[in-house]
Nanobody
Framework: QVQLVESGGGLVQAGGSLRLSCGAS????????MGWFRQAPGKEREFVAA????????YYADSVKGRFTISRDNAKNTVYLQMNSLKPEDTAVYYC???????????????WGKGTLVTVSS
């Protein structure tokens, strides 16, 4: 089992930055592809970013490409999402997720955190 806990959410002005962290406990953290998803009010959960076991490969949704950066530190059992140039449409609950294989589909994820709210004001 893997337990995931997100932190770092909050209120930020448009154009600002925020860094989310996801701490993992359990076994074989480094064996998992880690991802970030988000869910805005009234919308389905959507893929944001993912990073492979080694951290050498990253993937981003088109909506965040060039603004968000995902990284991981396996020694600290932590994955990060650096969010820059934030827009009001980035407002959502952000979830950390883990899976053995890369996928952009929420249904494919094996483990989920409880989420952290990011609110971007205009």
């Amino acid at each position: 089992q893997v337990q995931l806990v997100e932190s770092g959410g909050g209120l930020v002005q448009a154009g600002g930055s925020l860094r989310l962290s996801c701490g993992a406990s359990g076994r074989a953290f480094s064996s998992y592809v880690m991802g970030w998803f988000r869910q805005a009010p009234g919308k389905e959960r959507e893929f944001v970013a993912a990073i492979t076991w080694s951290g050498s490969s990253t993937y981003y949704a088109d909506s965040v490409k060039g603004r968000f950066t995902i990284s991981r530190d396996n020694a600290k059992n932590t994955v990060y999402l650096q969010m820059n140039s934030l827009k009001p449409e980035d407002t959502a609950v952000y979830y950390c997720a883990a899976n053995k294989f890369y996928s952009r589909r929420p249904s494919s994820m094996d483990y989920w955190g409880k989420g952290t709210l990011v609110t971007v004001s205009s």
